[in-house]
Nanobody, 120 residues
Framework: QLQASGGGLVQAGGSLRLSCAAS????????RGWFRQAPGKEREFVAAISWSGSTTYSSDSVKGRFTISRDKAKNKVYLQMDSVKPEDTAIYYC???????????????WGQGTQVTVSS
């Protein structure tokens, strides 16, 4: 099970850190990622990280502003969101799959979402 947390209301230009904790199944050897879905839009890929943490991908829309990282000892993945914009407002979902590319293309395991709202 994947549990996302850390969402909330933040002003444009501010920062927020999302966390995704894993329980039950051992996801420590899985690639992990974040997606988001804004109202009226399709769910989109945000960022992904390999099981080792050595490789990361991020979408062009967040590159240079958001950073994905993981703490293998705690079996957690984080999304550090800096310089947020109103268009970052969405429900953010964490996800996992065996392989990094699979996380990007369409992961098997999903957590519930956490709402992020950026005010202008």
């Amino acid at each position: 099970q994947l549990q996302a947390s850390g969402g909330g209301l933040v002003q444009a230009g501010g920062s927020l850190r999302l966390s995704c904790a894993a329980s039950g199944r051992t996801f420590s050897s899985y690639a992990r990622g974040w997606f988001r879905q804004a109202p009226g839009k399709e769910r989109e890929f945000v960022a992904a990280i390999s099981w080792s943490g050595s490789t990361t991908y991020s979408s062009d829309s967040v590159k240079g502003r958001f950073t994905i990282s993981r703490d293998k000892a705690k079996n957690k993945v984080y999304l550090q969101m800096d310089s947020v914009k109103p268009e970052d407002t969405a429900i953010y979902y964490c996800a996992a799959d065996r392989y990094l590319q699979a996380v990007v293309d369409g992961p098997i395991y999903w957590g519930q979402g956490t709402q992020v709202t950026v005010s202008s």
